[in-house]
C-alpha cells in the first residue's frame, strides 16, 4: 500500500530522546514510517504502541514482538494503553492530519483532485459522512464550520448557498460541491478556497480539535516526568492548540499564579519551532505546511 515519506522523520523521532527499553506510542502510524525509525533506536526490552484508526494502515503493521498496532483512534489512547497494562510512557508522537495514503486514494474523498463521493471519514466505519454534514446540516451549523474551520469569511453565505442547492437535489460528490459552490471558487485562488472548504467538512466529520485536545490532556496524564511529546500539525487551528498546551498546560487563557507572581507549568519546551527544510519540501509535498513542537514533561 502506498504511502509516502514520513514528515520531519529525523528531527520528530529525535525529539523523543528514546531510551533504548523505553515505552513509546506513535498515535498517527499510516505508512509506518515514523514507527520504523522509533523501533531502530529501541533494544531488546523497548516497546511501541501505535494507533490507527484507518484499516488501511493495518496492511504496514510492523513483524515485531516489541511491537503492537491497535486500529482506534487515539483520542482513546489511555484506556487502549491500559487494557495492554501500561500506565505510563517515555514518549509519544504524532503526525497530525490526512496521511498521504488516504489523499492519493480517490474514493476516500478528501482530495480535491479527484471526482468522488462526499465521504472524509478516517475512519471508514464511522457514521459521520461528509455526505452527511453537506445534505444534512443545518444553515447555522455549515456557517459555524466554515468559519471555524475553514477560517472563511464568507461561511455564511456558503452555508445558504449549499442549503438552497440541496433543496432542489443532495449534493452527492466532490464535482457536484464544486458546481454548487464555483461563484465563490475564482480561477486564481480555487484551490486555496477549495482547500479551506474540504478541510473545515473534513474537520467536522473527524471531529478532529475535540480529538487533539483529548489526546493532548492525556499525553499530560501518560507521559513519565522527562517523557517527550512530539508533534507535527499542518494548519493553525492544529497547531495553536499543540503551542498553547505546550506552553500553559490549557488551551484557553493562563495558568494562575502564586503569591510571588509565579506559575507551575507542566512541560518545558525543547528548542524552538522547528520547519521543514526547502529541500525535503522540494521531494515531499506535503511538508510544506508542517510544523514540529517538542516539550518534555516536567
Do not use: C, W
Not at 491497535?70 to 501500561?86: A, C, P, Q, T
Not at 492525556?218 to 511529546?229: F, V
Amino acid at each position: 500500500m502506498e504511502y509516502h515519506n514520513p514528515v520531519l522523520l529525523k528531527e520528530t523521532v529525535g525529539g523523543l530522546n528514546i531510551k533504548p527499553d523505553g515505552i513509546y506510542v506513535d498515535v498517527t502510524f499510516g505508512g509506518g514510517g515514523h514507527s520504523r525509525e522509533i523501533m531502530r533506536h529501541l533494544g531488546p526490552n523497548g516497546k511501541l504502541f501505535a494507533f490507527d484508526q484507518d484499516a488501511d494502515a493495518l496492511a504496514n503493521v510492523i513483524d515485531d514482538e516489541r511491537f503492537t498496532l491497535i486500529n482506534e483512534n487515539f483520542r482513546y489512547i489511555k484506556r487502549f494503553l491500559r487494557f495492554h497494562g501500561v500506565k505510563q510512557v517515555d514518549g509519544i508522537l504524532g503526525d497530525l492530519g490526512v496521511s498521504s495514503h488516504q489523499f492519493d486514494v480517490p474514493e476516500r474523498g478528501f482530495s480535491t483532485r479527484f471526482d468522488a463521493e462526499l465521504d472524509m471519514r478516517m475512519n471508514q466505519k464511522g457514521e459521520l459522512s461528509a455526505f452527511h454534514v453537506v445534505n444534512e446540516y443545518d444553515e447555522s451549523d455549515l456557517k459555524r464550520m466554515f468559519f471555524d474551520y475553514g477560517e472563511l469569511k464568507n461561511a455564511g453565505a456558503l452555508a445558504n448557498t449549499i442549503v438552497m442547492a440541496r433543496k432542489e437535489n443532495p449534493i452527492r460528490n466532490t464535482e457536484q460541491l464544486k458546481k454548487v459552490l464555483s461563484r465563490f471558487l475564482p480561477a486564481h485562488k480555487s484551490n486555496k478556497i477549495l482547500a479551506q472548504i474540504y478541510q473545515a467538512i473534513r474537520i467536522e466529520v473527524n471531529q478532529e480539535m475535540d480529538v487533539l485536545k483529548e489526546f493532548l490532556e492525556q499525553s499530560l496524564e501518560l507521559l513519565k516526568p522527562e517523557g517527550r511529546l512530539s508533534v507535527i500539525s499542518y494548519h493553525s487551528l492544529e497547531d495553536r492548540l499543540v503551542k498553547r498546551f505546550m506552553r500553559n498546560g490549557m488551551f484557553e487563557g493562563e495558568p494562575e499564579r502564586d503569591f510571588f507572581g509565579r506559575f507551575e507549568v507542566p512541560f518545558q519546551l525543547i528548542g524552538k519551532l522547528i520547519v521543514p527544510s526547502e529541500e525535503e519540501i522540494a521531494v515531499n509535498n506535503r511538508a510544506r505546511s508542517a510544523k514540529l513542537r517538542i516539550a518534555e514533561k516536567r
